[in-house]
């Protein structure tokens, strides 16, 4: 153990960690769930305390020699090489303090020990003084939750999104030609393709894509410069400007200062609407697995209309039971993303006048959501949809059964005598045609010239 001080006293700390006493004292007094910030929060913190160093010696506010080594240890937090050194749990202060000063803390004692100092004695480098310099949690902890955001989406979700969205695509191209029958209120209702039922899926994902990357321009701004309540105090003028130039430059990210710097700490809204997209895509994903998971029931007892890869056994009791299962996985990822969000919405409701303070809680769930989002695009491409092949078969069984086909035959004898035809079929339990031909409606010839299954899937009067 060492022993390291901050202004409420002294406190042991164990001698092999870079945290010091505020991250020790945090530790005791939050011993609450296992829930800690994921990877990409404390690369964007480390990422911001290394751009935040550098413009500070160029305004000539920091020691070259000791922001040059701040730098050095910050990047050891973005390369994920002192991971170990994050402890924390989410639930601390609702304005991320306790994780700031746990990054500053790391970064100090990491860049006193390059130094050739000893540790914890915050010379030549001080956490507060030199690692937070022109900083305040309450602009650095809303920054890194916008830019580990940003970062996420780019380069996890979006990626993922697409090949999945291009996966539906191919598979409408490829059950063009399979005609089928629809169903609404899981009712038999008129022929389509399996290649338009597809298409809805595919466009489903594109407008999901297309809702979140129009919420990026609004995590892009950050509240950076701030510090305390918005008004940039113990800042250089030129700082915010440099800083957000700095940090698109290494990130290479078109990022912009908030264009208002007290609305910037004292909400989340930019996050909260990118959590409702998140949560469209979760119900868009939800519905298209529930669809498959529906049409490939059975295999013999259920709709069967598609055939789905057999990835594992489904069953420890009934031998050769095949389930579902990446189906499931989605729709609970999905339900996880949709109960992230509820959170979200409270936690962005929750600004206190100046400040937002339930940073943690939302930095965690939206950082989750576009985690199990971007995993469950990836499992459920490669898994399931990759693999979807149709049972022609069933396919045609459904189609030649179902009574709604006589639908091609209102426009020609009329709402009301169809709907006899369809009934008399029903209760006498025999095809649409014989029911037309026993009423003595149509001949058998001119009902295989008005139903054609295949001209119902497309406009065609006139």
Same mark, same amino acid.
């Given at each position: 153990m060492r022993t390291e001080t901050d202004s409420m006293g002294t406190l042991e700390v164990p001698a092999d960690r870079y945290w010091g006493a505020q991250t020790q004292r945090a530790l005791q007094n939050f011993k609450i769930g296992d829930e800690r910030l994921p990877r990409a929060a404390i690369w964007a913190l480390g990422t911001i305390k290394q751009a935040v160093a550098g413009v500070n010696a160029d305004l000539g506010l920091l020691d070259a020699k000791l922001a040059e080594t701040i730098c050095a240890a910050a990047q050891e937090v973005v390369d994920g090489a002192l991971d170990d050194h994050f402890p924390l749990r989410i639930w601390q202060t609702g304005s991320g303090t306790q994780t700031n000063m746990n990054v500053n803390e790391v970064i100090a004692n990491r860049a006193i020990e390059m130094l050739g100092g000893e540790m914890g004695s915050k010379h030549p480098i001080h956490p507060n003084d030199h690692v937070n310099k022109s900083q305040s949690t309450n602009d650095v902890f809303p920054t890194s939750i916008h830019l580990a955001m940003v970062k996420q989406i780019q380069t996890h979700l979006l990626p993922r999104l697409t090949a999945l969205q291009s996966a539906f695509a191919e598979k409408v191209s490829a059950f063009a030609g399979i005609v089928k029958i629809g169903r609404t209120h899981l009712m038999d209702a008129t022929p389509l393709t399996l290649g338009q039922e597809f298409s809805a899926y595919t466009q489903q994902l594109t407008a999901a894509e297309q809702r979140i990357t129009a919420t990026l321009p609004y995590l892009c701004e950050l509240p950076i410069g701030g510090t305390a309540v918005?008004?940039?105090?113990?800042?250089?003028?030129?700082?915010?400007?440099?800083?957000?130039?700095?940090?698109?430059?290494?990130?290479?990210?078109?990022?912009?200062?908030?264009?208002?710097?007290?609305?910037?700490?004292?909400?989340?809204?930019?996050?909260?609407?990118?959590?409702?997209?998140?949560?469209?895509?979760?119900?868009?994903?939800?519905?298209?697995?529930?669809?498959?998971?529906?049409?490939?029931?059975?295999?013999?007892?259920?709709?069967?209309?598609?055939?789905?890869?057999?990835?594992?056994?489904?069953?420890?009791?009934?031998?050769?039971?095949?389930?579902?299962?990446?189906?499931?996985?989605?729709?609970?990822?999905?339900?996880?993303?949709?109960?992230?969000?509820?959170?979200?919405?409270?936690?962005?409701?929750?600004?206190?006048?100046?400040?937002?303070?339930?940073?943690?809680?939302? &930095?965690?769930? @939206?950082?989750?959501?576009?985690?199990? *989002?971007? !995993? %469950?695009?990836?499992?459920?491409? #490669?898994?399931?949809? +990759?693999?979807?092949?149709?049972?022609?078969?069933?396919?045609?069984?459904?189609?030649?059964?179902?009574?709604?086909?006589?639908?091609?035959?209102?426009?020609?004898?009329?709402?009301?005598?169809?709907?006899?035809? &369809?009934?008399? @079929?029903?209760?006498?339990?025999?095809? *649409?045609? !014989? %029911?037309?031909?026993?009423?003595? #409606?149509?001949?058998? +010839?001119?009902?295989?010239?008005?139903?054609?299954?295949?001209?119902?899937?497309?406009?065609?009067?006139?």
């Open positions: 918005g008004t940039g105090l113990n800042t250089h003028p030129d700082y915010t400007a440099k800083v957000v130039a700095r940090l698109s430059e290494v990130t290479g990210y078109e990022l912009q200062r908030a264009p208002n710097a007290f609305e910037a700490l004292a909400c989340r809204d930019a996050v909260v609407s990118a959590s409702g997209a998140l949560k469209t895509l979760a119900v868009a994903l939800f519905k298209i697995a529930n669809d498959i998971r529906w049409l490939a029931s059975g295999p013999r007892c259920g709709l069967g209309e598609l055939r789905l890869p057999e990835m594992e056994p489904g069953s420890s009791i009934m031998p050769g039971k095949v389930n579902p299962t990446q189906c499931e996985a989605v729709t609970m990822v999905c339900a996880q993303v949709m109960g992230n969000d509820t959170t979200l919405v409270f936690a962005g409701a929750n600004g206190a006048l100046q400040l937002n303070v339930f940073m943690p809680v939302i &930095a965690y769930n @939206a950082l989750q959501s576009i985690q199990l *989002l971007g !995993d %469950a695009c990836e499992s459920f491409r #490669v898994n399931c949809v +990759e693999g979807i092949v149709p049972n022609r078969e069933t396919i045609g069984r459904h189609l030649s059964e179902s009574l709604m086909l006589v639908t091609a035959l209102t426009p020609h004898i009329g709402y009301d005598k169809a709907a006899k035809v &369809a009934q008399y @079929a029903h209760e006498q339990g025999c095809t *649409l045609r !014989d %029911a037309a031909i026993a009423m003595e #409606v149509l001949t058998g +010839e001119a009902f295989d010239a008005l139903v054609v299954p295949a001209d119902m899937t497309r406009p065609n009067l006139g």
